[in-house]
């Protein structure tokens, strides 16, 4: 069970923290993800991260400006979203693939999927 949280409404410029706590299993058997679904458009992939931390992944809109990053003892992992642009305007969704399944699965074959939190970028 994922539950997402730290959205809201933000300046262009901005910066906010998303937050998704995992409850239920053994959270580092895990690589975990954040997607995005703006409205009148498909969900997109944002970033991922590995079992550990160790290594991580980017779409091309979200590097340099946000960091995925995960805390095995409090369950939990952040999006630290910097330089916010109007056009990040999406709910934004923790994922996890399987257990034990690797980064690259986190984009390609998601399958737990937290509730979303809003994300508003003014303008």
């Known amino acids: 069970q994922l539950q997402a949280s730290g959205g809201g409404l933000v300046q262009a410029g901005g910066s906010l923290r998303l937050s998704c706590a995992a409850a239920?299993?053994?959270?580092?058997?895990?690589?975990l993800g954040w997607f995005r679904q703006a409205p009148g458009k498909e969900r997109e992939f944002v970033a991922a991260?590995?079992?550990?931390?160790?290594?991580?992944s980017y779409a091309d809109s979200a590097k340099g400006r946000f960091t995925i990053s995960r805390d095995n003892v409090k369950n939990t992992v952040y999006l630290q979203m910097n330089s916010l642009k109007p056009e990040d305007t999406a709910l934004y969704y923790c994922?996890?693939?399987?257990?034990?399944?690797?980064?690259?699965?986190?984009?390609?074959?998601?399958?737990?999927w937290g509730q979303g939190t809003q994300v508003t970028v003014s303008s």
């Open positions: 991260i590995s079992f550990n931390g160790g290594s991580t």
């Open positions: 239920g299993q053994t959270f580092s058997n895990y690589c």
């Open positions: 994922s996890a693939p399987g257990v034990g399944y690797g980064l690259r699965y986190v984009k390609d074959r998601p399958k737990y």
